[in-house]
């Protein structure tokens, strides 16, 4: 979707490296979700941004949202194999009445492959 | 607790039918939400389902169909199958404004 921009596409690291995966949205977000996917499987929730400047970390996975709520990174520290996975970020729009109903507006995935 | 469950898990049609998917929510958890992943266009949303009615829909045609019942529990229909309606189809469910979680998805096949 254009409304949500995510880079890299793909990314190939040596187990230990660090990585960074941007998603970028054309408009204010109302929250930005982070989740993980196992190819022809369902997604594995991983964190949930709000607020402006938030960070969250669960881990050796980071995510931050930008003051502007439009920008958000997802962060690993020394990779390991078990991180590799499809990485998806998922957009909240907020609708008329302020809040957000169920629907996610989807980057189109980082696929991530960790060489041991 | 339970996760969210989808019913088949695996399923294959051909052109011209029809087909009905099954989600069961998390306990507690009255919205559902479908979507269509596919690997030209990615994960997109198909509609959401709140205490049995539609409250959000995507930019999918009619042949797409959902409902949803007074146990939270959600179908989706696609009539007259094509073969571009191959995909991994997942829902997902919520509480409030709380996190949406995801089922494991059926993988829908039309020859």
């Known amino acids: 979707s254009q409304e949500l921009e995510q880079s890299p596409q793909s990314l190939i690291v040596q187990e230990g490296k660090n990585l960074t995966i941007n998603c970028t949205s054309s408009?204010?977000?109302?929250?930005l979700y982070w989740y993980k996917q196992k190819y022809g499987e369902g997604l594995i929730f991983l964190m949930m941004?709000?607020?402006?400047?938030e960070e969250k970390s669960h881990e050796k996975i980071t995510a931050k949202l930008d003051e502007k709520k439009q920008q958000s990174s997802l962060h690993i520290t020394a990779s390991q194999p078990s991180h590799a996975g499809i990485y998806l970020c998922?957009?909240?729009?907020?609708?008329?009445?302020?809040?957000?109903?169920?629907?996610?507006?989807f980057g189109q995935g980082t696929i991530l492959t960790v060489h041991p | 607790k339970a996760g969210v469950t989808q019913t088949p898990r695996y399923l294959i049609k051909t052109r011209g039918q029809q087909v009905t998917l099954s989600c069961s929510p998390i306990?507690?958890?009255?919205?559902v939400s479908w979507y269509q992943q596919t690997p030209g266009q990615g994960l997109q949303f198909l509609f959401e389902?709140?205490?049995?009615?539609?409250?959000n829909k995507g930019n999918f045609p009619g042949r797409f169909s959902g409902r949803q019942f007074s146990n939270s529990r959600s179908e989706m229909n696609v009539s007259t199958l094509e073969l571009g309606d191959s995909a991994l189809y997942l829902c997902?469910?919520?509480?409030?404004?709380?996190?949406?979680?995801f089922g494991p998805g059926t993988r829908l096949l039309v020859l």
């Open positions: 408009k204010t977000l109302y929250g």
């Open positions: 997902a469910s919520k509480r409030g404004q709380e996190t949406q979680y």
């Open positions: 389902y709140f205490s049995e009615t539609q409250r």
């Open positions: 306990s507690g958890h009255r919205s």
């Open positions: 941004l709000q607020k402006g400047g």
């Open positions: 998922g957009a909240a729009f907020a609708n008329a009445g302020g809040t957000s109903y169920g629907k996610l507006t």
